[in-house]
């Protein structure tokens, strides 16, 4: 069985941050995703298993770019079980 996917929002800081944190140390696989990518890849190299995430730049106010930042975040780890 293949590991858990998990896709967070705003995990560049505050609790999106912690919640990366937690899940990869559960041994999940994770989607960071946030407007800010300098943030996001300090979070990733600060976790403990970096080759489990992987770094989405994301806009929530930018809809129009929902369905491909979504292929690009099924293409990371083949699924996606939790948003």
């Not at 998990?6 to 946030?34: D, H, N, R």
């Not at 800010?36 to 995430?53: I, R, T, Y």
């Not at 809809?63 to 979504?70: D, L, V």
Request: hydrophobic fraction near 40%.
């Amino acid at each position: 069985m293949s590991k858990k996917v998990i896709w967070i929002t705003g995990a560049s800081s505050g609790i999106g941050e912690a919640s990366v944190y937690k899940f990869v140390k559960e041994g999940y696989q994770v989607i960071l995703s946030a407007r800010n990518q300098e943030g996001l890849e300090k979070v990733k190299s600060a976790c403990a298993h970096p080759a489990n995430c992987t770094v989405i730049p994301l806009d929530l106010l930018d809809q129009a770019s929902f369905e491909e930042k979504t292929k690009e975040a099924i293409a990371a780890f083949g699924q996606i079980d939790i948003i």
